[in-house]
């Protein structure tokens, strides 16, 4: 089974930095793309930014110029620097890992648990 943990969210000041962290486990041997979403309340879930294994990055619209994804493939981890800050950011940040194969099976999709990112002075 693969599992996905997120780490570095909080709350922070319009104008502020944080960076999110993603590692997979499971006894993993590939994984092809790997990216962050996000699902602000009474809002649907949507994707931020994607990365390939080979270092292709998407980006939503509305995070261009200021987030940057960037994926460390011998650790199976991924990584979202997000700067300036917005209150619209505020929302539950979900790591998701696509095309995952493991020693013992194929997982076509795979989520994190979430975490909180919220944006307030």
């Known amino acids: 089974q693969v599992q996905l943990v997120e780490s570095g969210g909080g709350l922070v000041q319009p104008g502020g930095s944080l960076r999110l962290s993603c590692a997979a486990s499971?006894?993993?041997?590939?994984?092809?793309?790997m990216g962050w979403y996000r699902q602000a309340p009474g809002k649907e879930r949507e994707a931020v930014a994607i990365?390939?294994?080979?270092?292709?990055?998407t980006y939503a619209d509305s995070v261009k110029g200021r987030f940057t994804i960037s994926r460390a493939n011998a650790k199976n981890t991924v990584y979202l620097q997000m700067n300036s800050l917005k209150p619209e950011d505020t929302a539950v940040f979900y790591c998701?890992?696509?095309?995952?194969?493991?020693?013992?099976?194929?997982?076509?999709?795979?989520w994190g648990q979430g975490t909180q990112v919220t944006v307030s002075s």
């Open positions: 499971g006894s993993i041997l590939s994984i092809n793309a």
């Open positions: 998701n890992a696509r095309s995952v194969r493991t020693i013992a099976a194929y997982y076509p999709d795979s």
């Open positions: 990365i390939t294994s080979g270092g292709v990055t």
